[in-house]
């Protein structure tokens, strides 16, 4: 069994990921690295909103690509001996078959269970792996590829919007999303990059599907009824006569509406029809037949022309203001600005005692004038929509869709199959997977380990199977029961080989699970994560 061991005198690499992961008694043997994901239940929300797209709007799950890593130029990859157990072999029993799903489900003869892991890569791709629901204590867990979870570009830091989509197909989330809560590694490939820890285990909150149900037309009442976000109007406009109409049919509080857009305001000659035993009907607050007497600030000269007498030129000056007032000096600047800007047509003054400033003031001068204001109507129909799946909790994980089991220290030279979502062309450029449903490998593992120099590969497990990038993070299942379609995982594709040198991959490849790694699956598997649906 390879170990990396820390550097002499303790230090610790400043990965972001190790402060936690060393506490307590994981300091003095660090085998786990753990990571926060969506840290708080908005922030899962967004994350879902982010691929499902909020009110009905892009869905990005059908734009992402398979993530290659470092996978397209692997070699033939050499063999070595055989690998040493760190312990006894040993096994967690898988969960349930789950719940039926809300929309068909191709391929029904593979797990519930598998599906892809969405997530936005540092050059902010969209990318997607395969991966797993396992068995966990909060039925909350997902078993892939390390390199699937920890971006190796971003120094080992978290995929960003990292969601787990079970039974995915053509861009369906049957069961909903699940937004990764907390990430769990082996310390050697969070702080050193050991492929030979190729493994995540990632804690999921409750699955959400967001505008995943039809909108409903109902009434004004059920509507006003209704809470949360799944509810909206659509208008449409209408003339005079239909208003008019359908309030006679609805009453005011019906979906038939009307407001007064801003009015269009004129200047116009005195009516001809004002005496001074009417004028009171034009000057009060709202005018007669939107005309009005109103005061309009002028300069001082046209105030000055302006002949006296309500029957003439209406000279008129505000009664604060028919002399100088009293400003602070801060006032008097902000005003002298606005004047030589011509905001401000007023008068300004130094209040002087011989030859010393002893205060400022100001004077405005208003003229009357006759002005009609036009009301523009508008009028609409409302129509009040609910969507009853807007934003909708679908519950754990495992609930769903079943969880399959864990082992450990297996002995090679198993029966395996792998289930996962290849994608990517073939080293020759032949294409033979969509990626749009999950294909299956089966075979028995050599007893023999896989090395690769660059990829820091010394001690890998090997199957025969042609399947090609996309599949990363793709289950390894022994003891699988076609019946149930469930068994143990027991390893996760992490590299992908060419055997036979004929630019086609026939070989994937596995980090081997030992006790270590068990470690790393009982912690995560005991950690709660809960809804992100208040």
């Known amino acids: 069994m390879k170990r990396i061991l820390l550097p002499a005198g303790g230090a610790v690499l400043a990965t972001g990921l190790l402060a936690a992961g060393l506490a307590g008694t994981a300091q003095a043997d660090p085998q786990w690295a753990f990571d926060t994901m969506a840290k708080d239940a908005p922030t899962a929300l967004e994350t ?21 890593w470092e996978t397209k130029a692997t070699p033939k990859l050499s063999v070595g001996g055989g690998y040493t ?3 006894k072999p040993g096994s967690v029993l898988p969960t349930g078959e789950g719940k039926k799903a809300t929309s068909v489900v191709k391929n029904i003869n593979l797990p519930k269970t598998i599906g892809k892991v969405f997530f936005v890569d540092s050059d902010g791709g969209l990318k997607w792996c395969s991966a797993t629901s396992i068995e966990a204590k909060y039925r909350n867990l997902v078993a892939t590829a390390g390199h699937c979870v920890y971006d190796d570009a971003k120094n080992s830091s978290v995929m960003d919007k990292w ?3 079970p ?16 990430a769990y590694t082996h310390y050697d490939f969070a702080a050193f990059e050991d492929r ?6 990632v804690t999921v909150y409750n699955g959400v599907q967001v505008g995943g149900g039809s909108a409903k037309q109902v009434s004004k009442s059920e509507f006003d009824k209704a809470t949360g976000p799944g509810k909206f109007v659509d208008t449409k406009a209408i003339d005079e006569k239909t ?22 305001v004129e200047h116009i000659a005195k009516p001809a029809n004002v005496t001074g035993a009417n004028v009171h009907d034009y000057t009060d607050e709202d005018g007669k037949d939107g005309v ?8 001082k000269s046209v105030y000055t022309a302006a002949g006296d007498g309500l029957e003439n030129g209406n000279q008129y000056v505000g009664k604060s203001d028919s002399k100088p007032v009293p400003i602070s000096l801060e006032e008097y600047n902000e005003l002298k600005a606005k004047k030589a800007d011509g905001n401000f047509l007023g008068e300004l003054t130094e209040v002087k005692q011989g030859d010393k400033v002893i205060g400022w003031a100001k004077q405005q001068f208003y003229v009357k004038k006759w002005v009609k204001s036009t009301v523009q109507m508008q009028y609409w129909v409302e129509t009040y929509w609910l969507a009853a799946d807007f934003i909708k909790d679908t519950g754990r994980l495992g609930d769903n869709v079943g969880g399959q089991g864990f082992a450990w220290n297996q002995k090679t030279g198993q029966k395996v199959y792998i289930f996962g979502y290849p994608a990517d062309a073939h080293p020759d450029g032949h294409k033979a997977y969509t990626g749009v449903t999950a294909k299956w490998c089966y075979g028995t593992t050599t007893g023999k380990t896989y090395t690769h120099a660059a990829t820091k590969v010394e001690e890998h497990v090997g199957l025969k199977c042609a399947m090609t990038p996309g599949a990363d993070g793709s289950p390894w299942l022994i003891k699988y029961s076609n019946a149930k379609r469930l068994g143990y995982v027991n390893g996760v594709t992490s590299l ?27 912690k995560a598997a005991a950690v709660w994560s809960g809804s992100i649906v208040k």
């Open 48 to 68: 879902a909103e982010f691929w499902l797209g909020a009110n009905y709007k892009t869905n990005n799950l059908a734009k992402a690509t398979p993530y290659t």
């Open 85 to 87: 157990p760190d312990g």
């Open 163 to 165: 969601i787990f989509v």
């Open 167 to 182: 039974g995915y197909y053509q861009g369906k989330a049957p069961w909903g999303v699940y937004v990764g809560k907390t």
């Open 196 to 201: 030979d820890r190729d493994y995540a285990f």
């Open 243 to 264: 208003f008019i109409a359908g309030r006679e049919k609805f009453g005011e509080n019906g979906p038939y509406q009307s407001k007064a857009a801003d009015p269009k």
């Open 292 to 299: 009005k007497l109103v005061g309009v600030e002028v300069v």
């Open 496 to 522: 992908f080989g060419d055997q036979d040198k004929n630019n086609r991959y026939d070989l994937s490849t596995s980090a081997y699970f030992d006790g270590e790694t068990n470690a790393i699956y009982t």
